[in-house]
């Protein structure tokens, strides 16, 4: 019998998650959740990040776009899945996501 692995996603980083619930308070319960979420998570590809976060919208590069707060809140992020991790590349409001080039953030 084979060795069973669970490899749990890494985000990087937390400090990042704190900091965006101390700017944008209203945003602190749902980024907590959100975090605690995918820690916890299991993503080998985009699919798997679609069947738990069906609003997410999968860019290419890697990139994944949360909708944070009612769609009121834009978070990206560029997962690696070979190495479970999760960048937080942007968070903002939706007003200003509209200003960036996420695939290239």
């Known amino acids: 019998m084979g060795t069973l692995y669970i490899i749990y996603v890494r985000v ?18 749902q980024l907590q959740a959100w975090y605690h979420e995918v820690k916890n998570a299991q993503w080998n590809n985009p699919q798997d990040v679609r069947a738990r976060y069906s609003n997410a919208s999968i860019i290419k590069g890697n990139r994944i776009v949360f909708n944070i707060k009612g769609n ?15 960048y937080i590349r942007f968070f903002g409001t939706h007003n200003e996501y509209t200003k960036i080039n996420v695939e290239e953030i």
């Open 72 to 86: 009121k809140y834009r978070l990206v992020t560029k997962v690696n899945y070979q190495m479970n991790v999760v």
């Open 12 to 29: 990087m980083t937390r400090k990042a998650i704190n900091d965006y619930c101390n700017t944008y308070k209203e945003t602190s319960t």
